[in-house]
């Protein structure tokens, strides 16, 4: 069954800083990976999708990487800003299956 | 990208009610939905799959006879909540499927409050 962890559970950083999230998988034969936003009381945004296939994916300030090999995944988010403050949640699918989440990264910007 | 709505996005009610949740694709035909809950501070945990014209299929765990779920056409799923309790207070989130490419769109949540 799959599992998904996420390291840190919260992170507190300054604005302007690089900062890096990771995500662990047990069973690596994943269909694909997505990162996931979601701000207090709110539902899920999707940030970036990374197939099986593929290693990285990039959109604007956010980088998403996957070695399906060893059951890794990172975020990398450049150049914080508060707006960025919110739970991140990375979540594995396998083919035909329901997306398994970690429990979140917390993150927190301050200006 | 493609759209699913849930309705009610907010309820209240009574313990000892029923509460009924509707999830649907509003661009798509989703021959597969999920039902997720999430409580305060946790991450979302999959309740069940809900399979256009047959029975869901329920995670371990996740009581069938108290959370009713009937996905009778391609674009709409409901998870009814019988006989709610304050334990059932949580956030309901559905997902539905779009094949081509495959891929899990998710709506944005219900709210359940059970006084």
């Known amino acids: 069954k799959q599992e998904v962890t996420q390291i840190p559970a919260a992170l507190s950083v300054p604005e302007g800083e690089n900062l890096v999230l990771n995500c662990s998988f047990t069973?690596?034969?994943?269909?694909?990976l997505q990162w996931f936003r979601q701000d207090p009381g709110k539902g899920l945004t999707s940030l970036l999708l990374?197939?099986?296939?593929?290693r990285e994916q990039t959109s604007g300030r956010l980088n998403a990487s996957l070695d399906k090999s060893s059951g890794r995944s990172t975020l990398y988010i450049a150049a914080s800003q508060p707006g960025d403050s919110a739970t991140y949640l990375c979540?594995?699918?396998?083919?035909?299956?329901?997306?398994?989440f970690g429990k979140g990264t917390t993150l927190s910007v301050s200006s | 990208g493609a759209v699913v709505s849930q309705h009610p996005s907010r309820v209240i009610c009574k313990s000892g009610t029923s509460v009924k949740i509707e999830c649907r694709s509003l661009?798509?035909?989703?021959?597969?939905m999920f039902w997720y809950r999430q409580f305060p501070k946790q991450s979302l945990m999959l309740m069940a799959t809900?399979?256009?014209?047959?029975?869901?299929?329920?995670e371990q765990g996740v009581e069938k006879d108290k959370f009713l779920i009937n996905h009778a056409s391609l674009t709409l799923s409901t998870l009814t909540v019988t006989s709610a309790h304050p334990e059932d207070s949580s956030f309901y989130i559905c997902?539905?499927?779009?094949?081509?490419?495959?891929?899990?769109?998710f709506g944005p949540g219900t709210r359940l409050t059970v006084l």
């Open positions: 997902s539905a499927g779009d094949r081509t490419p495959e891929r899990w769109f």
């Open positions: 069973d690596s034969a994943i269909y694909n």
């Open positions: 990374i197939q099986s296939s593929q």
């Open positions: 979540a594995a699918q396998g083919a035909g299956t329901a997306l398994i």
């Open positions: 661009d798509f035909q989703a021959t597969t």
């Open positions: 809900s399979n256009e014209g047959s029975k869901a299929t329920y």
